[in-house]
């Protein structure tokens, strides 16, 4: 089988069985998807969806949450990994998107990576859900998935992963097929205990064939 069967097969199956996905962040506007994110890494969306309602109802949009304070920040958001840098990242991407932005979230991957605290992933994220970019973020879920199922090989970083997914994913399907890989492995292809046996992807899955046969 070779790559492009694979992808082909995998996206086929997804299109069919996973028509609708979206990301499981809850939000209403780009600022509020921003945060969300930024708040998310190391942390699970349930958790993130939590904290977000009070902290966006306190602070809805950048101007309120540039005249905020990291101690302000970190009464509605301590529950999350890492609260005091999110805190501090908060306060300092709000000010320099009112400072630099007009109060507005970029729509481009290189202006949304001059906000403190927002790196590639994120930048790709917000990209995609918001303008349907064919932008790749890469999580631990994409990373492992992709590896596993092999739509990539040898990978050693999500930057070699995003680049080897993007040549094969069709440019209108990217945004879509990040949230595809990231929630199969969310509920099924786990890390510790993927569920094979309810997996649709086991005719491409490299690591089904690798076990099987022997």
């Not at 069967?5 to 996206?11: D, I, Y």
């Not at 040898?154 to 997914?165: A, D, F, V």
Request: charged share 20%.
């Amino acid at each position: 089988m070779t790559t492009k069967q694979r992808f082909e097969g995998c996206l086929s199956w997804f299109e069919q069985n996973m028509p609708v996905a979206e990301s499981e962040l809850h939000f209403d506007n780009p600022f509020q998807l921003l945060v969300a994110v930024m708040l998310s890494a190391q942390c699970t969306d349930k958790r993130v969806n939590m904290v977000t309602p009070a902290l966006f109802n306190a602070y809805p949009t950048p101007q309120t949450m540039a005249e905020a304070t990291v101690e302000d920040l970190l009464q509605f958001i301590h529950s999350v990994s890492y609260p005091n840098s999110k805190a501090m990242h908060l306060v300092a991407t709000a000010k320099r998107l009112v400072e630099v932005y007009g109060g507005e979230v970029p729509d481009n991957i290189d202006d949304l990576q001059t906000l403190p605290g927002v790196g590639r992933k994120t930048a790709n994220v917000v990209c995609a859900v918001i303008w349907q970019q064919p932008t790749m973020a890469v999580d631990t879920h994409i990373f492992r998935v992709s590896e596993r199922i092999g739509l990539t090989t040898n990978s050693k970083n999500p930057y070699q992963t995003e680049q080897q997914l993007v040549q094969f994913i069709p440019e209108q399907l990217i945004p879509k097929a990040h949230h595809w890989l990231l929630l199969h492995g969310r509920y099924i292809c786990q890390a510790r205990n993927p569920r094979c046996s309810e997996c649709g992807l086991r005719p491409w899955c490299k690591y089904i064939i690798r076990h099987t046969t022997k």
